[in-house]
Structures are given as structure tokens and as C-alpha cells.
């Protein structure tokens, strides 16, 4: 196989809290320094939140972005890629205030409302290093994430058309798939469309290969060749997918937002490891990885120059 594999990694997103790993990325430097040694590792699109770095708890504010980004930007050639998922507290405004403040090559846009639960965790920790933690995964059982067609369609305008940043269509559940063709059929999405099928958050559909195979026979379906796919499965079910979405001719993502851990009952200790894991594992099949500028030739990416960034 000679075909190349676009590696995402997500540093250390908005769903996992301080308690559960003392790995996961937390101040500004050490984002960014997880994020750099990503990228050496082999990673070509870097998916960054951001967080306090006094308490851990999810940050919408584009200063503490600025933080990060920079450094991240002058020391990698990778994709960078914002969030405008941000979490389930937060308003569309606050999502999307980091993208707008530094309009980026990419950015997640999640393609439907949904119920999105983390607190079934609280079955397992009992005690939490900081108070917030318990309420933010308590709070996921009667929160609905929030991506209305109204919001979606902000999305598209205030960040896609006014700034020429392109979308990872993070699609939990194969209706999602459908409302993004129906922004297709509107005009307002065009390809290359980059399709991130996230498999095993409660609330979305299953993280098993079934699901995987359903999801992508209906992107096929529905959006022909004008696509490229990514796999997020969540926790235990990370490698197992991301692996068998290669082997379909998918790409890759991985990191601490999407799983803490390497292999069973060992924590990762960085993002780079995981990058290096699912490299070991393609590589011996034939596989190849895309390089930054690869990536962005394949996903009609703007160029690094259209980022406000220094």
C-alpha cells in the first residue's frame, strides 16, 4: 500500500478532566510542547482547545490561545486546526472566538445537536483534584451539545466564507452525515469535504466496525468522490478502529482529547507516543504518511500564509 495516511492529533481537548490522567495537557507550554513533539512525531494536522492552566477547566478565550499558538505555528509546519466545539457550557460565540481571532487553515465543525455524556466516569473517580470537575461531568447528563442548523450555517459564513478556513466534519451518528449533505446540496459546503466519523461517545452511534462500515457505505452514498475520511474512536476503542479505517483507505486521528491511554491499562504519556503507536502499527502494512503540505494539497487547504499568525 503506498497510499498516504493523514495523521490528526488532538492535544488534549475538552472532554477529559485533570483527575483522569496527570499526563494530559493542561498550561499553555505544555500544550504546546505536546503539540510540537506531535508533530514531530509524524502527526500533519495538530486539533487544539485550550484550558486553564490554573484548574484545567476547559478555556474559550482567544488570549489564552494565543499562548500557544504562536509557539505552535513558528515551531511546526503542521496543520493547525481549532476548535469550534469548544464544550457542552459554552455558547456558539464563545466556540467560535479562537477561530475568528486567527482565522486558521482548519477547524472542527460538528454537524448536529446531540447528547454528549461523560458522566457515567463518575462511577469510576470519586475523588477529583479540583471541584469543578465533578459538576462539568455531572452536568453532561442533562446537557444537549448544542449545533443547530443555524448554528452551523454561522459557522460556515463567519469562519468558512469570511476567512477561507476549511471544516473536519465531526459526525457522531450517520444522521449527521445527511445534514451535511444537505449543506452540499445548498451550495455552501464544497469539496474536498474531510469527514471525521467519531465512533463510542455516549450519545453517538457505536464504536464498533459495523458502525464504521454503515458510516462510510453512506458517505459513499451520499457524497461520491468528493470526499476523504478520518476516524476519532474514543478511549479503549482508539487503535482498533483507527487501524481498521486505514485498512477501509481512511485517515487517522488520535491523542488525549479522543483516549488517555496507549495500550490496556497504561496511560499515554504524551500524544507523540500515540502518533508513534499508530505509526508501528501502519507502517509495517506499507503504509506512508502524509507530510503537512501533503495534507493541505489534499484537503484544499489555504496555506499557512493565510493564518494570523506571527
Partial sequence: MSRKVIITCAVTGSVHTPTMSRYLPITPQQIADEALAAAEAGAAILHLHARDPVDGRPSFDPAMFRQ????IHAGTDAVINITTGG??????DQRLAAALDVAPEMASCNMGSMNFATFPILDKLKEFKHP???DYLEGSRNAIFRNTFGDIEQIFNR??????TRFEFECYDVGHLYNLKHFVDRGLVKGPIFLQFVLGVLGGIGADVDNLVHMKHIADKLFKDSYRWSVLAAGRHQMPLITHAAL?????????????????????????????NIRAVLEPLGFEFATPDEAREMLGLKGRAGVKLP
Avoid: C
Avoid at 464544550?87 to 456558539?92: D, E, F
Fill in 87 to 92: 464544550s457542552h457550557t459554552m455558547r456558539l
Fill in 68 to 71: 500557544f499558538l504562536p509557539q
Fill in 132 to 134: 469543578w470537575e465533578r
Fill in 248 to 276: 477501509m483507505g481512511g485517515n487517522v486521528r488520535v491523542g488525549l482529547e479522543d483516549s488517555l491511554y496507549l495500550g490496556r491499562g497504561e496511560l499515554a504519556k504524551s500524544n507523540a507516543e500515540q502518533v508513534r
Fill in 159 to 164: 469562519l468558512g466564507v469570511a476567512h477561507g
